[in-house]
């Protein structure tokens, strides 16, 4: 059984960076996609990207040029960030995992409020 | 883009009734479809892929049908626990509608 945890801060600056970390535990770096999800308060799913173990990653095109997200295999780990952020990027953030394609999610975190604020 | 529409946006039903919540794709998605159940404060939890296949662990009063662009997801008798938001998803093209609305299932 695939359980993650979100780790970050819950508040950013806007026009800073957001940066998120997921750690994995009970499954094999190599046997999942890894996604990240987002929820503005009240509103609904939003879906940002994934990265596979070979590194292939596959990004929302609307969130394309701001997104990283990368892989961390030796910490069992892989992370999000997300640049320029506005109020707008607000959001619960998920760390999600699938085995069938990037987009099926077996396996979520609890997720992370993310608040953009001066 | 492929655009995901769910409907009733909300619905009120009793402990025991059979309830139906109805996804429509924009285009024929033929069975990239999936059912997710959230609850308040928590994380979205996968209740059916591929249009019609149960997610292991879910109960069999959850149930899914539908190709192409019309699908519809059926709780039989509707449990206490399964006052939720559900939404459905198409992972048929890539973003950015993948995810549906939601429709917020209430306790009437």
């Known amino acids: 059984q695939v359980q993650l945890q979100e780790s970050g801060p819950g508040l950013v600056k806007p026009s800073e960076t957001l940066s998120l970390t997921c750690t994995v535990s009970?499954?094999?770096?190599?046997?999942?996609?890894w996604s990240w999800i987002r929820q503005p308060p009240g509103k609904g799913l939003e879906w940002i990207g994934y990265?596979?173990?070979?590194?292939?990653?596959n990004y929302n095109p609307s969130l394309k040029s701001r997104i990283t997200i990368s892989l961390h295999t030796s910490k069992t780990q892989f992370s999000l960030k997300l640049s320029s952020v506005t109020a707008a990027d607000t959001a619960v953030y998920y760390c999600?995992?699938?085995?069938?394609?990037?987009?099926?999610?077996?396996?979520w975190g609890q997720g992370t409020l993310v608040t953009v604020s001066s | 883009d492929i655009q995901m529409t769910q409907s009733p946006s909300s619905l009120s039903a009793s402990v025991g009734d059979r309830v139906t919540i109805t996804c429509r794709a924009s285009?024929?998605?033929?069975?990239?479809l999936n059912w997710y159940q959230q609850k308040p404060g928590k994380a979205p939890k996968l209740l059916i892929y591929?249009?019609?296949s149960l997610q292991s662990g879910v109960p069999s009063r959850f149930s899914g049908t539908g190709s192409g662009t019309d699908f519809t997801l059926t709780i039989t008798s509707l449990q206490p626990e399964d006052f939720a938001t559900y939404y459905c998803?198409?992972?048929?093209?890539?973003?950015?509608?993948?995810f549906g609305q939601g429709t917020r299932l209430e306790i009437k």
């Open positions: 998803q198409q992972t048929y093209s890539t973003p950015p509608d993948t």
């Open positions: 591929a249009a019609s």
């Open positions: 999600a995992s699938g085995f069938r394609d990037g987009y099926t999610l077996d396996y």
């Open positions: 285009q024929s998605i033929t069975t990239y």
């Open positions: 990265i596979y173990y070979s590194g292939t990653t």
């Open positions: 009970g499954g094999s770096i190599r046997d999942y996609f």
